[in-house]
C-alpha cells in the first residue's frame, strides 16, 4: 500500500525520478540483471566449468578495484561473494561505475545493455546505459523545477495536477501513462486559464487568447499546441495525444517536465 507522501505526490521527484540516489528496488533489480544474464550461467563460477569469473575478477581487480590480483579468494563463488557484498554495501554512484565496468567487460552480450535499461526505466532512474556509458536523461535542474512547482500553494489547482501526473507516472506496479499525460496537459490548461481569466476556456482558447493580449508569442504557441497534438475537433489535445497506442515512461515523464516548464513560463506573465 502506498504512503500517503506517495498517494499526494508529496515524496521528494529527486526520490522518485532518481537523480540523486538509488533505491533498494533499483539496486536489487540491477543485481538481478547481472545474476541472471552472468554469474548463474553453467560454469561461470566453477573451476569444473568454464570458470569465466577467474578472468573477469582479475580485470576487475586491477583496472576497477586497483587492488592486488593475488589478493583474490581461491574459488570463484568466493569471489562472487566478495563482489556481491561490494555491489550491496558501496554509495549508490559507484552502483552504476560498476555497472560500466561490467557492461564493457561483456560487450559481446547484446541483451545487457536491453535489460540494464529496462530496469533504469522501469524504476525511474535518470539514467541510461548507452554504449556503455551510463548517460543522464534527467537533468537536475528539471528536477528542481518540477519540486519547486509542486510546493507552489498560491496555484493549488494547478499543483495539484502535476502532483497526480506524477503520482501516476510513479505507480511501479500499475503506472498509468496516458492518464498522467492528461493530468500534465490539464496543469496548463488550469494555469492558462488563470492568467487568461477564463475559467472554462479550452486550452486552445485560452492560448489564442495569450497569444493575441501578447502574453505569449506567435511562434510559441504554434510550437505548444504543435508539440501536444493539439486540433480544432472536439476532443482536441487530449483526443490527439491519448489514442496514440504506444504511449510509455519516456513520453509521460517529457510530458510532465515540459508542461512543468511551461506552466513557470505562464507564472512569469502574470
Known sequence: ?????????????????QTDGMSDELRNS???????LIWSQDGYTSKYGTNEIMPFSKSLWFNYFKKPIDSRETYGIHILQVIRRYFFECPWYEVYDFIEFVAKYHSFMKNLSKMINSILEQELAGYRLIDGVIADITDKQEVE??????????????????KRALELLSDRKKPDYRNSIKESIS????????????PKATLGDALTILEKTGKVHAAL??????????????????????EEPNIDVNDAKFFLLSCTSFVNYLKSKL
Open 1 to 17: 500500500m502506498k504512503t500517503f507522501s506517495q498517494r499526494k505526490g508529496y515524496k521528494p521527484v529527486s526520490e522518485v525520478i
Open 30 to 36: 540491477l543485481w538481478n540483471v547481472l545474476d541472471l
Open 145 to 162: 523545477m518540477l519540486e519547486a512547482a509542486l510546493r507552489d500553494t498560491e496555484f493549488e489547482g494547478v499543483s495539484n495536477h502535476l
Open 187 to 198: 496543469a496548463v490548461e488550469s494555469m492558462a486559464r488563470i492568467i487568461t481569466k477564463r
Open 221 to 242: 504557441k504554434a510550437g505548444f499546441s504543435n508539440l501536444y497534438g493539439y486540433t480544432s475537433d472536439e476532443g482536441g489535445i487530449r483526443h490527439a495525444m491519448l
